[in-house]
């Protein structure tokens, strides 16, 4: 059973308590909601949905919002810098929350999988993403875990910048809710009973696996 308690407060942690930060990448603004580019913003919200949260707080050019999860504190964030440079807001919490590396949790679109592969995995590099290189390049390190959420590659000759910025075809979004879903489940998962699990559970799974 998933066990959850809402936090009404987003305070530092006690240093007794094991904290999570799980961050979604994405762009703000309106124009940008609907992006490929934005799933990790939309992972995060069906998150916080599910743990009845909400994201309201600014906090390190953050929307942050917070609870506890059996025995862990979770912090859920949505940097608000823009995509590149995303590793401002994330440096920040981790520092304010005492969040180690390996419990700094980054999803984010990749081009490289297919249309909503999952891809789990304990750190290297950003291989282009540039949300990512930020990140590692304010935290210092490359080792915090990622979820990559495939996005599919381009057909023909579009380019992958204006493909990320494009909206998701009818048909994707009609998949997108059980895909999301998927996604949030492995998160929870990560938390719960770490990495390794989630990566056996998950890594590769599509739509309902």
């Known amino acids: 059973m998933f066990l959850f308690r809402r936090k009404k407060n987003l305070n530092s942690s006690d240093e007794t308590t094991t904290v999570y930060l799980m961050v979604g990448l994405g762009n703000p603004g309106r124009e940008y909601r609907e992006n490929r580019h934005n799933i990790g913003f939309k992972i995060i919200d069906r998150l916080a949905e599910s743990l009845d949260l909400t994201l309201t707080r600014v906090q390190n050019k953050a929307l ?44 984010h679109d990749d081009i490289d999988l297919p249309f909503g592969v999952l891809r789990l995995r304990p ?5 282009g993403q540039k949300g990512v290189q930020s990140i590692i390049d304010r935290l210092g390190t490359q080792d915090f875990p990622r979820m ?5 590659r381009p057909s023909g000759s579009r380019g992958g910048a204006g493909y990320v910025l494009k909206n998701f075809s009818p048909d994707e979004q009609k ?34 696996e």
Do not use: H, W
């Open 64 to 107: 942050c919002g917070a609870g506890v999860l059996r025995d862990a504190k979770v912090v859920l964030a949505k940097p608000q810098t823009y995509m590149n440079l995303s590793g401002e807001s994330v440096a920040g919490l981790s520092r304010f929350y005492k969040v180690p590396a390996e419990n700094i949790m980054v999803i």
């Open 148 to 152: 990559r959420f495939g996005i599919g």
């Open 123 to 127: 750190g290297g590099g950003s291989a």
């Open 175 to 208: 998949e997108l809710v059980v895909l999301i879903d998927q996604a949030v489940s492995a998160a929870r998962l990560f938390i719960t009973e770490g990495l390794d699990a989630a990566m056996n559970r998950y890594n590769g799974s599509q739509l309902g």
